[in-house]
């Protein structure tokens, strides 16, 4: 069967990625005071990231209308949907209103959508996961089961250089963000259940909280030669190579990606951030 993957501009895709699955992205709108970017191809990220840090007030991010996810939805294949987890962005409800709106216009077609509960590459494993499932001949049915299963069981954590921004965009304390800071201490935070975000290890000094997010694997997770490990960086590539290599001396990872956040990831992540997914 045809299938197409539509995922918002949180998935974060290597060239080959982009090549090798049949996906089509839905940009979020970045704000930088009154100046508007496109988190699409176009958008130079590093250029993004450096007028940020410049910028006085928060950035603010806007979800694509149902409008563009009903353009994306067009053509014969089924759609599976992927998008940031629903208590961090408005794009899965804009996703959810076009497939009703879609259906009403153009009636019988296949079109589901799924909550990541996550983010940057959390929703690139969910997309590579679907893809290798449309390979092997599955109803859609039997899709959405094993990937909302592959959902629930997936874990992501972030390694951030600071967290003014999360502060900013009103994701975080600017409270806890200003100690953080006074302190050098490095949070490691991850996802919930709810796909929320919560607080997992607190570390003072970054050598230390890297290391810690070696760990935080072991800890946190299983059965790691069934799973990907996906790594995504903030213009910090020596980072997450550094990162693999550790890695690699504890688990047995079936795999492990790494790809470079676009532009709505790096607005949370910053400059130096880590996020990974297994």
Excluded: W
Excluded at 262 to 269: C, D
């Amino acid at each position: 069967m045809g299938i197409k993957i539509v995922a918002d501009s949180s998935c974060d895709l290597t060239a080959q990625m982009k090549e090798e699955i049949n996906i089509e992205i839905a940009p979020l709108t970045l704000q930088l005071e009154d100046k508007k970017y496109v988190d699409d191809e176009q958008l130079d990220v590093r250029e993004y990231v450096k007028e940020m840090s410049e910028c006085k007030s928060a950035p603010k991010t806007a979800c694509p209308s149902p409008e563009e996810f009903m353009k994306k939805y067009e053509g014969d294949d089924s759609v599976f949907v992927v998008t940031l987890s629903s208590n961090l962005s408005g794009t899965y409800n804009s996703a959810v209103l076009a497939k009703e709106m879609y259906l009403e216009e153009v009636g019988n077609k296949f079109i589901h959508v799924f909550d990541s509960l996550s983010a940057s590459v959390g929703e690139t494993l969910i997309a590579l996961k679907i893809h290798e499932l449309s390979k092997i001949n599955l109803e859609e049915s039997e899709i959405v089961q094993k990937v909302n299963k592959y959902i629930k069981e997936m874990k992501t954590f972030f390694l951030l250089e600071s967290l003014d921004h999360l502060a900013k965009a009103g994701r975080l304390s600017p409270f806890i963000a200003k100690i953080a800071s006074v302190l050098s201490i490095k949070p490691i935070m991850g996802s919930t259940e709810e796909g929320t975000i919560r607080l997992v290890q607190k570390v003072r000094g970054y050598k230390k909280a890297f290391d810690k997010f070696v760990d935080i694997i072991g800890e946190e997770g299983k059965n790691f030669e069934e799973k990907i490990l996906g790594i995504a960086h903030c213009n910090c590539l020596e980072r997450a190579l550094k990162f693999k290599e550790e890695v690699l001396k504890k688990y047995n990872f079936k795999d492990i990606i790494i790809v470079e956040m676009r532009g709505l990831s790096s607005t949370y992540a910053d400059d130096g951030g880590l996020v990974i997914a297994f």
